[in-house]
């Protein structure tokens, strides 16, 4: 059974966030796992340091619902190998990455919001395909 790793530049300095960020991973502990990346690495070296497979978060990716996300959490948790979704550095990813794309939203969010969007939303999914009311539509 695979898992969801979670890969971000840097660790969010804000600590509210960090508390916010950990708390939906403790939750979801069985299936999600975050990887920090040094926020020393340039973009061109995080890129080249996560799986090529891996999906990017970019607000030039393909937008996604809720429950389009939980249709593919659920599948990603069933898959043999792990999957990689990575949120990018301040600068964003080189624009000439190959890697798919998926957007959390048409704004610019910063990483340490959007790790924390992403964390929020794999576990709404979560919520979703066990069929909780956390999720309202």
């Known amino acids: 059974m695979g898992r969801i790793v979670v890969h971000c530049h840097g660790k ?6 960090n ?5 939906y991973l403790e939750r979801l502990k069985a299936k999600v796992t975050l990887k920090e990346h ?7 070296a995080y890129l080249a340091a996560i799986p090529a ?8 990716g393909k937008m996604i619902s809720s429950m389009e996300l939980a249709s593919r959490f659920r599948q990603w948790t069933l898959e043999r190998d792990d999957i990689h979704l990575a949120i ?10 190959e890697h798919d794309k998926i957007s959390l939203s ?3 969010l910063p990483h340490e919001l959007a790790t924390l969007v992403l964390i929020e939303q794999l ?3 979560y919520e979703i395909d066990r069929g909780s009311s956390y999720h309202r539509p």
């Open 106 to 108: 048409i704004m610019t």
């Open 88 to 97: 990018g550095p301040a600068d964003g990813f080189p624009v000439t990455s």
């Open 38 to 44: 040094s926020d020393k690495t340039s973009p061109e």
């Open 19 to 23: 508390a916010a960020i950990q708390g």
């Open 123 to 125: 576990y709404r999914a």
């Open 12 to 17: 969010a300095s804000d600590r509210n966030l």
């Open 53 to 60: 497979e891996a999906i990017l978060l970019d607000e030039g």
